[in-house]
């Protein structure tokens, strides 16, 4: 493809079909979020009869951000999501990079064996009905700890950092060990700043992975006062409670939250789930679709 | 008793269609776009369409649902609005039991067809550049290139992800059907693993749930090994 200066007419007709079909894409892809980001900032004036093709807020109005960021069903969700996804991102860093730290060196005694049982874990899912019996049993039923624990090392994020740690030069660590530093430095002092790419890169997926998480919320978290945001959506928009946002007294007596638009307020509740998302993506794709992105630049 | 159960008969029947349409609609889709953003010659164009087909993928099942349900609306919603624009009734596709199935599969498309096409695009980047400028000297056009070099060369992904797939043949995912599950359609899209979180986990028939918990998982290391001989009859390749 290369230096293709000899172009005929069909190709480049083939290449405008390639980038247009492409495009159209990414239309289908981005157009319904931006459609609901739209209706959310949209003036309740310009909403009854706003196509759902619309991308633009018809006028500007903060109502639903105020409302939704004040309530206190949707800010104990949001705090609530933070929660699970902080501590629960921290502790599968520390236990992630720990096992992979002992997995990669070469001289640990029965390291086939725990592989094996790392793999198998990526192949076999226990399934909803053990996995409730074990959260039962441990205690966890109803407490933040059955979702933050719930994969706390992820295998295949294991296995990313422990091919990233078995590159890094022996030299470097028999030199460490040589000035005289014990394991826990060598790891501090020399592994993990090597390994920062990688670090990142699972870091960013296991943000992704808490704050999408509702189903083991849904089912182990009785109390609503400690569902994540996630869950808080779904009773609202999927299960269609809207009084769940709404609230019972302001439906009856027709104030605060009746008083917005219901798709206003769903759509705002969507986006609102969505924010961390885009917040982290560039540094998602920053980091690891690096090699295929600059890689697919072909000289 | 989990065989003489109609019910259980009837939601192995729906996971078999719902995944077998997945296998037939959206494997192969991940691969073209592949193949199309492989044709695109500036990068900066490529990184912005790999930018926008990718971020579905970050979004959670309740998330997809939820812009479904929006986008899908019979009253506001843009697909509605734009078969209205061609004359088109609108249709309530949430609830249609004929339809649902389709919005499953299309769900399914729109939040992976982007994200899973990194893989295909990263072993066409492995592929030799010497094996193209060979097919460039023989004369082979955009097509034939295609055909000949990049196809053969990312057989063994396509055979791998394949495999994998087939082992999630009964799994068809819990999380996306519980989101977009409603009681009209239900009957629809009720799968294996929705009625063991039904029975089990709301009705606390344990013991049952768990027997169709592991005839589904049997049945998926069965269809592993059977998606690998296959693959490894057709191209060579297995997982192992």
Do not use: C
């Amino acid at each position: 493809m290369a230096a293709n200066n000899r172009r005929t007419p069909l190709e480049r007709v083939e290449y405008a079909i390639i980038v247009s079909t492409l495009l159209l894409l990414v239309v289908v892809t981005v157009q319904p979020l931006l459609n609901l980001l739209a209706v959310s900032l949209s003036d309740p004036a310009g909403l009854p009869g706003m196509s759902g093709m619309e991308v633009l807020p018809r006028g500007l109005s903060f109502d639903v951000w105020t409302l939704l960021i004040n309530h206190p069903n949707v800010r104990a969700g949001l705090l609530n999501s933070i929660l699970i996804t902080g501590l629960g991102t921290l502790l599968n860093i520390i236990f992630t990079a720990l096992m992979a730290q002992g997995l990669s060196w070469p001289g640990l005694p029965g390291r086939r064996i725990l592989f094996i049982m790392v793999l198998v874990t990526i192949v076999f899912d226990p399934g909803i009905i053990p996995d409730y019996f074990v959260n039962k049993r441990l205690g966890l039923l109803d407490s933040y700890w059955s979702v933050i624990l719930f994969k706390l090392v992820n295998a295949r994020y294991l296995i990313i950092l422990i091919r990233f740690f078995e590159e890094i030069p022996q030299e470097l660590l028999d030199a460490a060990e040589l000035d005289g530093s014990n394991a826990f430095q060598t790891f501090w002092y020399v592994v993990l700043p090597l390994a920062k790419p990688a670090l990142a890169t699972i870091t960013l997926f296991y943000i992704v992975f808490h704050w999408n998480e509702f189903f083991r919320a849904m089912i182990y978290i009785t109390d609503q006062g400690k569902w994540p945001l996630q869950v808080v959506l779904r009773q609202f928009v999927i299960g269609g409670d809207k009084l769940a946002i709404v609230g019972v007294d302001a439906a009856n007596n027709y104030t605060g939250a009746s008083q917005i638009d219901l798709r206003a307020l769903k759509a705002g509740m969507i986006i609102l789930t969505i924010v961390p998302i885009p917040v982290i993506y560039p540094l998602i794709l920053k980091f690891f679709t690096k090699g295929t992105m600059s890689g697919a630049l072909k000289g | 008793m989990l065989f003489t159960s109609p019910v259980f008969w009837q939601v192995l029947v729906n996971t078999l269609i719902i995944s077998g349409m997945k296998m037939l609609f959206v494997f192969p889709v991940p691969i073209v776009v592949a193949l199309m953003l492989n044709e695109v010659r500036s990068g900066s164009l490529r990184k912005f369409i790999q930018s926008a087909v990718y971020l579905p993928h970050f979004l959670s099942w309740v998330v997809i649902a939820g812009v479904f349900i929006v986008a899908l609306s019979p009253s506001d919603g843009v697909v509605n609005d734009i078969t209205g624009f061609f004359g088109g009734q609108p249709k309530s596709y949430m609830t249609d039991t004929g339809a649902i199935r389709w919005v499953l599969v299309f769900s399914e498309m729109w939040r992976s067809a982007g994200w899973d096409s990194l893989l295909y695009l990263a072993a066409i980047i492995a592929i030799d550049q010497a094996l193209y400028d060979a097919a460039e000297m023989d004369g082979a056009n955009r097509w034939q290139k295609i055909l000949y070099v990049t196809i053969p060369g990312i057989v063994p992904t396509i055979a791998t992800l394949f495999i994998l797939n087939a082992g999630m043949f009964l799994s068809a995912d819990l999380n996306r059907v519980i989101n977009f599950s409603n009681d009209v359609v239900r009957s629809q899209i009720d799968i294996v693993d929705t009625y063991v979180y039904r029975i089990g986990l709301q009705t606390g028939e344990y013991s049952l749930a768990t027997a169709a918990g592991l005839f589904k998982a049997v049945l998926g290391m069965l269809l592993i090994l059977l998606a690998h001989l296959f693959s490894k009859r057709l191209t060579g390749k297995g997982v192992w």
